[in-house]
């Protein structure tokens, strides 16, 4: 079963983004001890090339989380599947998305991360579907916004497909 894929957002507009959200970041933690938590699968790509850009030390790790109901639609019951192994405790924490949509998975991994005694905890999404939010989640640096669709490639899924595209499709 072959999906039809439109292009969204092209390999030029994806190097401009992450190239200025790595700035912005370099900047803001200058003087932070900082670790990126990446979100997987969906930031693998996302993460890899924005930590090239960065100009300021910082830690890599990576969290999963999984949530129950259909692949389409979250249903708000996360659990943590794999956790960051390094303490965060005192650290300035940036969580690496791939989408906000309800906010749901990103509320849960919020709390699951303060409850770890970071000095302080912020969120980069690569793309922010604000219009769908369910809950009230704070992103602090937005690589692009949508309203609707779904979208793949540049990690980006649809049942495991499409990671390895270069760009960002919408799915038909
Ligand atoms: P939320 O909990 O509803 O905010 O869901 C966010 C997560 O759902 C993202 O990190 C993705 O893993 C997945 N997701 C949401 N929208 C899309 C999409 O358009 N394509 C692929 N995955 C998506
Ligand atoms: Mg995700």
Excluded: W
């Amino acid at each position: 079963m072959n999906k039809e894929l439109k292009l969204l957002f092209s390999k030029k507009e994806i190097a401009e983004t992450v190239a200025r959200l790595a700035k912005e970041i370099s900047a803001d933690y200058a003087d932070n001890k900082l670790i990126l938590i990446g979100v997987l699968k969906g930031a693998f790509v996302f993460l890899a090339d924005l930590v090239r850009h960065l100009t300021i030390p910082a830690q890599i790790e990576f969290i999963r989380i999984a949530s129950y109901g259909s692949k389409k639609e979250s249903s708000g019951e996360v659990i943590v599947t794999k956790d960051v192994e390094t303490p965060v405790d005192g650290k300035d924490v940036l969580v690496v998305e791939d989408i906000v949509d309800t906010g749901l998975s990103l509320q849960f991994l919020i709390d699951h991360l303060r409850s770890k005694n970071p000095a302080s905890v912020k969120v980069c999404a690569l793309v922010d579907k604000k219009a769908r939010r369910e809950v009230e989640v704070q992103v602090d640096y937005t690589g692009f916004s949508m309203d609707d669709g779904f979208i793949v490639g540049y990690g980006i899924d649809f049942n495991e497909q499409y990671r390895a595209l270069p760009e960002i499709f919408v799915v038909d």
